[in-house]
């Protein structure tokens, strides 16, 4: 028997009508309906600060909606090996940070994003599909065009709807068109606002009928760089005859915020996953950020930079061997490597990440053409420099002894580099981790750097470093 594809009355012949409904904290949107008598409405929702998925015009995510019932199925693209399965989109849960790459679902590095087919099981009339994400730039907006299959026509045995390849328009195949997404500024394509993004598409109580497979095909956001796909948190769709569902309850407990002095930047603690260290970080921690999270900034200037203004530090168990790290507007704190070391190293820690986060360095690969990538050594040097000499001087955490004077190298990183930027600072030019800071975060770094800073080489810098700590 031949299969139906048609989605309510889209068989009809009648005049297509577009509506455009956009919101007051829309950035962009486009609507592209293919339905006959519809009347689609998209409304785009972008918040530069964390807020929750609180927008206006745009519905709350949902826990218990017609998606977490229906069976989803990558059929185009691969998810990240860093990405959470496709089932985060329909687990009803929401990522308690901007760059929680296990808590989303994205497709692998590089790609152009790729096909998601969701599968009811059943005919169903959609009140309403919501769409949400969330990353501190180019992986937070949503670009994506959504289809909409019935079953076949004896509902007993429905078989699936051809799916088509990537280079061949859905459409082609039976599948009929209900909306394009696309949530990027109108800026620059290679600087899309971050933040976090949602997207509530609406039709009319009799077009969204008899719905049994939607399609979402989705595109990177930009392709300047691999980091163009999106981190989708939670995607909802309404069933228009099931109850009301449910908003997904956020887990605020053993959420320390705070912010700094001024109040120009705002910090969040979570110690969700390790609550036998809210105590010590509320005592012992938020001092610290509070102090020097703007000295940092301070210390790190560049023509034109704005450092992030929401800071989420949190204790994870699932780091392994590493003490912290960072990413974007995130400071990872390993739980059980912290416990040994509240009064050790644990402090020192999350001033060197907290570094990392203002140094954004990775962004002049998305916004500068032909940007040269900064060597490892100076983005590690730079974090222990300030954490060594500023935040800590009294400790010597990065003396190197006479007896390691002859084996210690320049690049080496982290303590030994931060011991001779110290040096250089001190000898020769107490701008050079400014200047050095400035080009590297506009993807410039060269070694002539060092040449037109103080006159002379890194090398020859290194060998006149060596001998002064050989020096009794």
């Known amino acids: 028997m031949e299969r139906s594809l048609l989605v309510g009355s889209l068989a009809s012949e009648y005049q297509l009508k577009?509506?455009?409904?956009?919101?007051?904290?829309v950035i962009a949107c486009l609507v592209m309906p293919s339905f006959c008598l519809a009347e689609i409405n998209v409304t785009v929702g972008v918040q530069r600060e964390a807020t929750g998925f609180v927008f206006e015009g745009v519905s709350t995510?949902?826990?218990?909606?017609?998606?977490?019932?229906?069976?989803?199925?990558?059929?185009?693209?691969?998810a990240d090996r860093n990405s959470g399965s496709v089932a985060k989109l329909f687990d009803g849960r929401l990522p308690d940070e901007a760059d929680?790459?296990?808590?989303?679902?994205?497709?692998?590095?590089g790609d152009d994003g790729g096909r998601i087919v969701v599968d009811f099981g059943r005919s169903i009339t959609i009140k309403e599909i919501s769409s949400f994400s969330w990353h501190p730039s180019s992986r937070a907006p949503q670009v994506y065009t959504?289809?909409?299959?019935?079953?076949?026509?004896?509902?007993?045995?429905?078989?699936?709807?051809?799916?088509?390849?990537?280079?061949?328009?859905?459409?082609?195949?039976?599948?009929?068109?209900?909306?394009?997404?696309?949530?990027?500024?109108?800026?620059?394509?290679s600087e899309p606002v971050g933040g976090e993004h949602g997207v509530t598409i609406t039709a009319n109580a009799t077009e969204l009928t008899n719905v049994w497979y939607l399609l979402f095909d989705i595109h990177q956001t930009e392709s300047t760089d691999s980091f163009g796909n999106t981190f989708y948190s939670e995607i909802d769709v309404v069933d228009a005859d099931?109850?009301?569902?449910?908003?997904?309850?956020?887990?605020?407990?053993?959420?320390?915020?705070?912010?700094a002095a001024d109040g120009a930047y705002r910090f969040t603690i979570d110690a969700k996953e390790a609550p036998d260290l809210a105590e010590w970080a509320a005592k012992e921690l938020v001092p610290v950020v509070q102090k020097w999270y703007p000295v940092i900034v301070k210390q790190l200037p560049s023509d034109g930079f704005q450092p992030s203004r929401h800071v989420l530090l949190r204790f994870r168990n699932d780091?392994?061997?590493?003490?912290?790290?960072?990413?974007?507007?995130?400071?990872?704190?390993?739980?059980?490597?912290?416990?040994?070391?509240?009064?050790?190293?644990?402090?020192?820690?999350?001033?060197?990440e907290l570094v990392h986060v203002v140094q954004q360095y990775d962004r002049a690969s998305r916004t500068t053409r032909n940007s040269v990538r900064t060597p490892g050594w100076i983005v590690e040097g730079i974090a222990d420099y300030i954490r060594w000499y500023g935040y800590e001087p009294q400790s010597n955490g990065a003396e190197v002894s006479r007896q390691n004077a002859d084996s210690a190298?320049?690049?080496?990183?982290?303590?030994?580099?931060?011991?001779?930027?110290?040096?250089?600072?001190?000898?020769?030019?107490?701008?050079?981790?400014?200047?050095?800071?400035?080009?590297?975060?506009?993807g410039r770094y060269d070694d002539v750097i060092w040449v037109n800073s103080t006159g002379k080489s890194v090398e020859e810098l290194a060998s006149l470093w060596k001998r002064a700590l050989a020096k009794p």
């Open 18 to 25: 577009r509506h455009f409904r956009v919101s007051l904290c």
């Open 61 to 78: 995510p949902a826990a218990n909606d017609a998606g977490a019932k229906a069976n989803w199925t990558l059929t185009d693209g691969m």
């Open 100 to 109: 929680q790459p296990h808590e989303n679902f994205f497709f692998q590095l």
């Open 146 to 189: 959504l289809y909409a299959a019935a079953a076949a026509a004896d509902a007993s045995a429905p078989t699936f709807p051809a799916l088509p390849n990537r280079n061949d328009a859905p459409t082609d195949l039976g599948w009929r068109e209900i909306a394009t997404v696309d949530t990027r500024t109108n800026s620059k394509p």
């Open 242 to 259: 099931a109850p009301a569902p449910k908003p997904i309850e956020l887990d605020q407990s053993k959420l320390t915020k705070f912010t």
């Open 319 to 352: 780091m392994g061997g590493v003490p912290a790290s960072a990413g974007g507007e995130t400071v990872n704190l390993n739980a059980p490597w912290f416990r040994g070391e509240l009064d050790r190293e644990a402090r020192g820690a999350v001033v060197h």
């Open 409 to 442: 190298k320049y690049d080496s990183s982290y303590r030994v580099t931060a011991n001779f930027l110290n040096w250089v600072t001190v000898n020769h030019d107490k701008e050079i981790v400014k200047k050095l800071n400035a080009a590297a975060r506009e």
